[in-house]
């Protein structure tokens, strides 16, 4: 009960945004084709896996950010989604080679698992974890 069920991923250029997160996870982003709809409400439903998958986990979405870009050097002021991923170094440099950064080094949880903190294009952070129970 009381489960998070949906995450959205704030953009100003949420095409670019959405091409970093599809590149990078293999994520399907489509846009919601809603009649009439303004430029700032434009809405992308986030597809972390196939509709019919039974793999753990939840979709999202994408919508156009209505402020300024995360500041460098400021701490984290909302949520932080974290993806289970089945190689931490490989997105870590998948990360890198599509445009995001590398925030917080992997570091080992210990006897569980690699946790590393990144950031899009845009400065949103996320953060990634490769189950490892000799993670030391």
């Given at each position: 009960?009381?489960?998070?069920?949906?995450?959205?991923?704030?953009?100003?250029?949420?095409?670019?945004?959405?091409?970093?997160?599809?590149?990078?996870?293999?994520?399907?982003?489509?846009?919601?084709?809603?009649?009439g709809v303004s430029e700032?409400?434009?809405?992308?439903?986030?597809?972390?896996?196939?509709?019919?998958?039974?793999?753990?986990?939840?979709?999202?979405?994408?919508?156009?950010?209505?402020?300024?870009?995360?500041?460098?050097?400021?701490?984290?002021?909302?949520?932080?989604?974290?993806?289970?991923?089945?190689?931490?170094?490989?997105?870590?440099?998948?990360?890198?080679?599509?445009?995001?950064?590398?925030?917080?080094?992997?570091?080992?949880?210990?006897?569980?698992?690699?946790?590393?903190?990144?950031?899009?294009?845009?400065?949103?952070?996320f953060g990634l974890y490769?189950?490892?129970?000799?993670?030391?």
């Amino acid at each position: 009960m009381n489960r998070v069920v949906h995450f959205e991923i704030h953009a100003s250029d949420p095409e670019k945004i959405g091409t970093f997160y599809s590149e990078v996870f293999g994520w399907e982003i489509k846009e919601w084709e809603m009649p009439g709809v303004s430029e700032e409400n434009r809405y992308w439903f986030v597809l972390t896996a196939p509709e019919d998958s039974k793999e753990p986990g939840i979709n999202g979405g994408m919508v156009v950010r209505r402020g300024e870009l995360p500041q460098e050097g400021v701490p984290v002021s909302s949520f932080v989604c974290t993806i289970s991923v089945e190689n931490i170094d490989e997105y870590l440099e998948r990360v890198k080679s599509t445009g995001g950064t590398v925030a917080v080094a992997k570091m080992a949880i210990p006897n569980t698992a690699w946790l590393a903190y990144a950031k899009d294009p845009e400065g949103n952070t996320f953060g990634l974890y490769q189950e490892d129970s000799s993670a030391l």
